[in-house]
Every structure is written in structure tokens, then in C-alpha cells.
């Protein structure tokens, strides 16, 4: 058994609850505004905004783990992992694999799109709208509103993907990638890399990224 001591912290508390936050509200979100609940689908979705900013300046100034540019150079050596993957010779990725990376702009990006659409959104008959459609003329938020329903499509599509690839992981690849992303942690000995880099989050910074991304989504609630 892995003592407690040789097992390393991967991802840090933040990214792990905005994680699972995220997979709670995708749902709710798509569920409410089937039913046509727009107050909760606002509520759902201005949470998300803040989830989204958070995870953008995480990805600024979090954990190693968590920051982009880590991940924009693991991109870099996409086509030698994917050789390494077919040949089952890749090793365990301390972070984001370099087609994990690439997943999690594909997927930041396109929430990013449609909590942006959302807040700009107006329905059909004018009577619901996000805080920031006042902003916009009824045409424009309607076409906010079109690409929101279509950035929805290829969000799904990017989450199917996502829990497809989890699932070839755990499946095919024998690499357990869940129990991570609900802990934290890993074994040390799991990892061919030596020395690993630093992983440690600055609560400070932290806490920065919680007020600003807390203190703009009072900003957007104030507009509605
Ligand atoms: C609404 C559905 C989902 C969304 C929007 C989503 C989004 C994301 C994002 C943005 C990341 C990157 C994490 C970060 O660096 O912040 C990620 C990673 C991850 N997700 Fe999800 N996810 C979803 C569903 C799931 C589900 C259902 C599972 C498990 C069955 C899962 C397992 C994981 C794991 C294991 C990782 C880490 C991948 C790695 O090792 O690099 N996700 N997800
Ligand atoms: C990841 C976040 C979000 C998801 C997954 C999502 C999903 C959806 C879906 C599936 C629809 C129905 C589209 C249709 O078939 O017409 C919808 C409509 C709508 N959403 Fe969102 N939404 C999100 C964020 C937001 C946000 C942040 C707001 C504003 C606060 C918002 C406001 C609206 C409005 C006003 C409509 C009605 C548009 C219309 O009737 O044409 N959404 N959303």
C-alpha cells in the first residue's frame, strides 16, 4: 500500500471543486432552460461565469498543475506522446498530458463562449435575457442567443469526447484518472520525472482569484 507521505498533490483543491462544480451545473443548466426555469438557468449559468473566470485566473497564477503556459509547451510534444500512447509506452503525466491540455482549452474555451453568449442572450419574445443583453440591441442579443444554442451542441460534444477519452484511459490504458481529480493526489512512484516541479498553491493568490472573479459577477449582476 501507498503510504500517505509518497503520494504527491497533483491538483489542488481549487481546480478539483471547480471541476466537479462544473459537472454539477452543465447538467442543471442544460435541464433548466429545457423546462424553461430561467430564473434558476441565470442563477445556474451566472455561477458558471464565475467558475470560468476563476479557472481563466487560476490558470494565470495557480499551482504549476493548473497554470496555462506549462500547458501550451506540453502541447509541443502532442505528436511524440500520441506515438508513445499507440505503442503503450507513454508514462503517467505529472499535470496535463499533452492531449489532456489540449482538452482543457478546447473545453475552457467553449464554456467561456457560452457563458459570454448567455449573458448577451435575449429570447425570442424579449421576455428573458441575460444581465448584459441591455447592453446590446434586441437583433444583436438574438444572435448572441443563436450562438449560444449552437456553441451548446459542440460543448456537448467536447464533454462526450472528454469522458470518452477518461474512459479509454481507465479502461484500455489501465490509467486511473478520476480517483486524482477527486483527491488530489497521486503516488510519487508513478512518475518517471525527476525532480518534479513545484506544485504548491499561494493562498493569497488564491484568495485574489476568488474576490475578482466574485467581485464580476456582482459587476454583471448589477447590470440585470
Ligand atoms: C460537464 C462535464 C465536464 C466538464 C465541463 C469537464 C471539464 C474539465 C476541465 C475543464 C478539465 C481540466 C481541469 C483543470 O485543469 O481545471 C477536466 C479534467 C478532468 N476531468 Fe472533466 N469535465 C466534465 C466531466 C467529467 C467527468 C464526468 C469525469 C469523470 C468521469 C471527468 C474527469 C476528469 C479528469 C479525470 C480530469 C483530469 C484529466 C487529466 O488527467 O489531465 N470530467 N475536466
Ligand atoms: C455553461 C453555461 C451555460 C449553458 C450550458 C447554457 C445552456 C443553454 C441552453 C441549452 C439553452 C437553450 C438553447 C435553445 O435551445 O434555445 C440556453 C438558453 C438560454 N440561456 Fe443559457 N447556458 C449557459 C449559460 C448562460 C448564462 C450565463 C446566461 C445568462 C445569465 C444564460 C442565459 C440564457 C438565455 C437568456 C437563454 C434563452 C435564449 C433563447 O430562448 O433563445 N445562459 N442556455
Known amino acids: 500500500m501507498t503510504s500517505e507521505a509518497s503520494r504527491i498533490l497533483v491538483w489542488d483543491g481549487a481546480i478539483r471543486l471547480v471541476h466537479w462544480l462544473m459537472v454539477v451545473l452543465v447538467p442543471l443548466l442544460w435541464w433548466s432552460a429545457e423546462e424553461g426555469h430561467m430564473d434558476w438557468h441565470k442563477s445556474f449559468g451566472v455561477t458558471m461565469f464565475g467558475l470560468v473566470l476563476f479557472r481563466m485566473i487560476w490558470g494565470l497564477i495557480g499551482t504549476w498543475t493548473a497554470r496555462f503556459a506549462p500547458m501550451v509547451r506540453r502541447i509541443g510534444s502532442l505528436k511524440t506522446y500520441i506515438g508513445d500512447l499507440r505503442r503503450r509506452e507513454h508514462g503517467a503525466t505529472f499535470g496535463h498530458s499533452p ?3 489540449l482538452s482543457v482549452f478546447a473545453l475552457l474555451h467553449a464554456l467561456a463562449t457560452q457563458v459570454t453568449t448567455g449573458l448577451f442572450s435575449v429570447d425570442v419574445d424579449g421576455l428573458e435575457s441575460g444581465p448584459l443583453a441591455v447592453l446590446v440591441s434586441f437583433e444583436a ?5 443563436d450562438i449560444h444554442e449552437l456553441n451548446f451542441n459542440f460543448l456537448a ?7 470518452t477519452a477518461i474512459a479509454f484511459y481507465h479502461f484500455v490504458l489501465k490509467e486511473k484518472l478520476v480517483g486524482p481529480m477527486i ?3 497521486r503516488a510519487r512512484a508513478a512518475f518517471s520525472d525527476s525532480p518534479l516541479p513545484e506544485n504548491r498553491a499561494r493562498p ?7 474576490v475578482l472573479s466574485f467581485a464580476c459577477v456582482m459587476a454583471v449582476l448589477n447590470f440585470g
Do not use: E, S
Open 99 to 101: 492531449l489532456a491540455a
Open 141 to 145: 442579443g438574438r444572435q448572441f442567443a
Open 157 to 163: 460534444l467536447l464533454i462526450g469526447l472528454h469522458i
Open 183 to 185: 483527491t488530489g493526489r
Open 204 to 210: 493569497l493568490a488564491m484568495l485574489a482569484a476568488a
